[in-house]
């Protein structure tokens, strides 16, 4: 590992930086323009396939990294082909498929089937087609639709006109039924509202009931506690008599008899 990670390269000394430089611009260009016809494009799987290797199932349009190649062959002289080439997710099995500008659609050519096969066409999708062949094809294919026009054309409009009139008449009874359904689920929303509010009203005028039954108990409660129990209220203090007045010697006898210790509290003495 150590030396792939070195920091100085050998040049030899008849190395030139513009030689090498150019050298390496032409050898670039030529791998672009060497297979020019080939090319790596991002696409997406025109039908529904299925890998012959693994029989993995690839539905219509995923996405595949795929080469688009240009065929030399054209129709008609001027159309360009193309190929088309992915891999399998599965197995990495090469599968291939090019445009088919007679039927419009694309050819199976190796790796893998088509789920679904259209119908086939008179004309083999392998054979070259001739302007003068098509030009032929599409003539005889449009003078057969004129003749199937021209067959019965009041037969075919009426028929169309019984259709539309069927047709109008299933929109007006789709219509009907889609508007009785939006009334009824109208009116329902409407009666689970009512119902709604109707609990509600229920449930404000329980708790105010259950309020008003607890406050009269209460008050129940406090007039029995106040009859069953006298509860004193304070006297009013009577007028004391003026004080005798006292003489010294009287304060002086006091004095004696009543001591107070160091914590404040008052004694008095016997005598």
């Not at 050998?10 to 930086?17: A, D, G, V």
């Not at 259950?210 to 006297?235: C, H, I, M, T, W």
């Amino acid at each position: 590992m150590s030396e792939r990670k070195v920091i100085n390269k050998y040049y030899p000394p008849n190395y030139n930086p513009l030689e090498a430089e150019e050298a390496a611009r032409k050898l670039s260009k030529k791998l672009k323009t060497m297979n020019k016809d080939s090319v790596t494009i991002r696409l997406m799987t025109p039908f529904s396939m299925r890998c012959l290797k693994c029989s993995e199932f690839i539905p219509k349009s995923r996405k595949f990294n795929g080469k688009k190649e240009l065929l030399a062959e054209r129709y008609l002289e001027t159309i360009k082909q193309y190929r088309l080439s992915i891999k399998c997710p599965r197995c990495n099995n090469m599968i291939s498929f090019r445009t088919d500008p007679k039927s419009g659609d694309y050819v199976m050519e190796v790796g893998g089937v088509k789920n679904f096969v259209t119908e086939s066409t008179k004309f083999e999708s392998g054979k070259n087609e001739t302007l003068d062949e098509t030009l032929q094809r599409l003539e005889r294919q449009q003078q057969q639709e004129n003749d199937e026009v021209k067959k019965d054309p009041r037969e075919d409009k009426l028929e169309q006109i019984e259709k539309r009139l069927a047709k109008m008449q299933q929109e007006q009874e789709d219509y009907e039924n889609l508007e009785s359904l939006r009334r009824g689920n109208i009116a329902k929303m409407k009666r689970a509202a009512a119902l709604r509010e109707n609990l509600r009203l229920a449930d404000e005028e329980k708790n105010t009931g259950d309020a008003k039954r607890a406050e009269e108990a209460f008050q129940k409660y406090r007039d029995a506690s106040a009859v069953g129990f006298n509860v004193l209220e304070p006297s009013q203090p009577e007028a004391s008599a003026p004080l005798a007045a006292t003489t010294i010697p009287q304060k002086i006898r006091m004095k004696k008899k009543t001591k107070s210790n160091s914590l404040g509290i008052v004694r008095k003495n016997k005598s």
